[in-house]
């Protein structure tokens, strides 16, 4: 009888999961892959244009000001995928959500972690371009500045999305 | 607020008082030149070939001076600070002392100076290596002892210099024993890995020790051909060496005596350049047997200025003011009131409204102080960045764009502050830590309130964007197309404007629901009939109206949306100095006073990196709502900016004389 007993709390006891990961793992993995995805993305994207940056610089050191910029904005989806990954543990009780609602938390932490990841590459080649105006025609930095910020409209698209997401789920 | 009113200016004068006209011009600063047209009576103006000539010198001068800039700054004693090189100096001056600059350098002697200094000092690093390569070898040599110039060979015997690898030595030295009896070797010294040895060897033995070489990792030194051994001549070096420092020094000091000249060098480039320009500019010109005619275009202001300043130059000049004619390109000048002029740097990056449309700088001034707050979002950041911006504006030397733009920034920023307090953000503070005064003024606070917040957005864009089309339907109206203008814009209005009053009406129930329905289905309707009208048959006419309709509609809204990225930037920038809260409570339990220190630190430092990083996005994405969904409603720019004649240069700043 005290067996039975026992097996039974321990049944009760243990947290429920779903796939194998509970609630907490699931919001968890869902945060981390937001912002690994949005920090290797800003990574790529900001290196690609500190390639032909330094190569514009070494010619015409003037150009700084007008390049710096272009060279900081594919870096915003890092701070995107961080703006997810610290939202999860803000928004939600981890210790007792349950393994459904982990798992949609980590679904709804998607967009960001695959949206900023590719868009902040392309927006980094984007700005290779950009960088490629202002060092033929520094006048027009300000057209040239615009166009890597459009690749941007997708990954804010996918903050309010995810922003969104974790409001209904509350 | 709208593009100045320009006049056509055309200034006739005899060929000799070409000069002083050009420089009446430049001073005057108020006539934007064009290319004068070729016709019966006028030609275009070639350059002489003083003035070919002229311009070639103001080339090899400023070939000059950036060879002299170069070189002083190369070996500058000291080196600009990261901000000196992110800010260049400015020099302000009056347009006289501008035109004075050639006077207050003796280019031709400071250039001819200078060239011999970076010979002289050419011809020390030369020597200085030459030595040095000398002494890093001797140095291999020191335990030989005897002159260097004897170690060479006879009609007998060879005696060769050699270096072999120190791991090789032993096996070298045993072959040669054994292959090669006639030889001999003294060791002399190692170094680096590597034996020094004298090899002497029967002449016929040449093949064979050449062989046994082979064999091994090893290099044939040919020593200098002098009477001294290896320790004399290295203290010979040493003091050669010694010497050629002090050249170098001394060269260098008399370099650093010409570093003074290097206000006046910028200040000269500029002059040069901006004269070479000047005479090319005389290729604009229209010129007959004995007169030169200048074409252009004034503001009405400076209109008085103008003719004054031609009258003074001589009598004998005609000027002649007349309207624009149908044809015409005139330059766009804007006229916003003081408080908005700043913002016309914005609505230039885009590139100036053409002389016919509106210029919606007032409106892209109030719009992105409003965007900005929204991004921003923070009072505590608001009044830290407010005054950064003003100080930074009143002290730094920078241009007029620069300080136009900061003038720009230090606005927006206070609607920061006025967005923050709705916002309920104050250096991230959490909402629910806030006194009760402020947390009932924070309507708009992201986290607790995301649809709301997120709907106020797409409102404000939705407002921005039918003040965009209110302004194509008048730009549409007064062109004369005042059908086009009720279609293609008065359809929106009807489904946006009206349809939201009706919604907004038929929510309180003053109306029924079907209203709002009806008012949608009929603009819809309209849009389907009447948006595809210049297709020619009747298909194409539907096709289109469909297509036409879905764009418009769909885009609108897709583009109402893109505006809810102002309510993420912002909630960004508190969650990141929330985030930058918490850590800094963190540190603080560490120990109790370098707690508190941390906890500071970590503070200034933390809020500090998220305006940087958050102020670029706060510039960028509001201009990209401006460019994009603002000004794709009604904007076709191409305008060439007015742009007189006067001086163009990035580091002088001419100012007004005194009682000018």
């Known amino acids: ?170 | 607020m709208a593009v100045e009113p320009v006049k056509k200016v055309t200034v006739v004068a005899h060929q000799e008082l070409q000069d002083r006209v050009v420089d009446s011009l430049v001073r005057m600063g108020t006539v934007h030149v064009d290319r004068v047209v070729e016709d019966d009576l006028l030609a275009p103006k070639e350059l002489t070939e003083d003035e070919a000539g002229a311009v070639r010198d103001c080339s090899f001068g400023v070939t000059k001076v950036e060879f002299l800039l170069g070189f002083l700054r190369e070996h500058a004693s000291e080196r600009p600070g990261f901000f000196k090189t992110m800010i260049k100096k400015k020099y302000p001056m009056t347009i006289d002392e501008f035109l004075a600059a050639a006077e207050r350098v003796d280019l031709p002697r400071i250039y001819a100076e200078c060239s011999e200094l970076k010979r002289w000092l050419i011809s020390i690093m030369d020597r200085n290596s030459i030595f040095e390569q000398e002494r890093d070898e001797l140095q291999n040599w020191v335990g030989l002892e005897m002159p260097l110039n004897e170690v060479k060979g006879g009609s007998t015997f060879g005696l060769m210099a050699v270096r072999v690898s120190k791991s090789e030595f032993g096996a070298f030295i045993s072959e040669l024993e054994s292959e090669v009896p006639e030889s001999a070797v003294d060791f002399v010294g190692e170094r680096g890995g590597w034996a020094n040895c004298l090899l002497v060897y029967h002449s016929e033995a040449e093949e064979s020790i050449a062989a046994v070489l082979s064999r091994h990792r090893y290099y044939a030194v040919t020593l200098p051909d002098i009477p001294d051994e290896p320790e004399d001549r290295l203290e010979q070096l040493a003091s050669e060496l010694t010497g050629l420092e002090r050249q170098r020094l001394r060269v260098l000091d008399d370099i650093e005596n010409y570093m003074v000249h290097v206000p006046a060098l910028e200040v000269l480039k500029e002059f040069l350049i901006d004269r070479g320009q000047k005479i090319d500019v005389l290729t604009s010109f229209g010129v007959t047997d004995a007169t030169m005619a200048v074409e252009g275009w004034v503001t009405e202001n400076g209109l008085p200025k103008t003719l004054e300043e031609l009258d003074e130059v001589s009598e004998y000049i005609a000027v002649e003011i007349s309207e624009p004619e149908e044809g015409d390109n005139p330059p766009v000048s804007l006229d916003n009131p003081k408080w908005a002029k700043p913002f016309e740097v914005l609505t230039k990056l885009f590139g100036s409204p053409n002389r016919r449309e509106y210029d919606p700088t007032w409106i892209v001034a109030i719009s992105f102080m409003v965007f900005f707050g929204f991004c921003m979002g923070d009072v505590g950041y608001g009044f830290v960045l407010v005054p950064t911006f003003l100080l930074m504006r009143k002290y730094l030397p920078l241009g007029h764009k620069a300080k136009d733009l900061l003038t720009v920034l230090a606005y927006s920023s206070a609607f920061a502050i006025l967005i923050g307090v709705f916002a309920g953000s104050w250096f991230g503070i959490k909402t629910d830590s806030l006194p009760s005064s402020l947390r009932s003024v924070a309507f708009m606070d992201g986290l607790s309130k995301t649809t709301l917040a997120m709907g106020i957005t797409i409102g404000i864009g939705l407002v921005h964007m039918l003040i965009g089309v209110g302004i194509e339907f008048r730009d549409t109206w007064k062109s004369g197309s005042r059908t086009d203008a009720l279609i293609d814009q008065g359809l929106i209005f009807l489904l946006f404007v009206g349809g939201g009053i009706a919604a907004v009406l038929a929510a309180v129930k003053l109306v029924p629901v079907s209203v709002p329905l009806l008012v949608a289905g009929a603009a819809i309707l309209g849009m389907l009939l009447l948006l595809g009208r210049s297709a020619q048959s009747i298909g194409g006419k539907v096709v289109n109206g469909i297509y036409e309709t879905y764009g418009t509609v769909v885009g609108f809204v897709s583009d109402a949306i893109s505006y809810v990225r102002l309510f993420a930037l912002g909630l960004a920038t508190f969650i990141i100095a929330m985030v930058i809260n918490t850590m800094a409570g963190l540190v603080r339990g560490i120990a109790p006073v370098i707690g508190i220190l941390a906890m500071l630190i970590v503070l200034v430092v933390g809020h500090t990196f998220n305006i940087a990083i958050n102020l670029l996005g706060a510039f960028v994405h509001p201009l990209r709502l401006e460019f994009v969904e603002f000004f794709g409603k009604f904007y076709d720019d191409g305008g060439r900016e007015f742009k007189p004649l006067g001086v163009e240069s990035k580091i002088v700043m001419i100012e007004e004389k005194e009682g000018a």
């Open chain 1, 1 to 170: 009888m005290v067996g039975v007993l026992a097996a039974a709390v321990k049944q009760v006891a243990q947290p429920a999961t779903w796939a194998g990961l509970t609630g907490y793992q699931w919001a968890m993995l869902g945060a981390a892959l937001a912002f690994i995805g949005g920090g290797i993305g800003s990574a790529i994207g900001i290196t690609l244009v500190n390639h032909v940056a330094s190569g514009i610089l070494v010619e015409d050191p003037d150009k700084f000001g007008p390049l710096l910029p272009i060279i900081a904005i594919p870096g915003t989806q890092g701070v995107y995928g961080l703006i997810t990954a610290i939202l999860v543990p803000i928004l939600f009780n981890l210790s007792k959500i349950s393994a459904q609602k982990g798992f949609l938390v980590f679904l709804a932490c998607l967009p960001v972690a695959f949206v900023c990841n590719v868009s902040a590459i392309y927006q980094g080649m984007s700005s290779v371009s950009a960088c490629g105006m202002v060092a033929r025609r520094t006048e027009e930095a300000g057209k040239a500045l615009i166009l890597p910020a459009l690749v941007e409209t997708y990954a804010v698209f996918s903050l309010i999305l995810t922003i969104y997401l974790f409001t209904r789920m509350r």
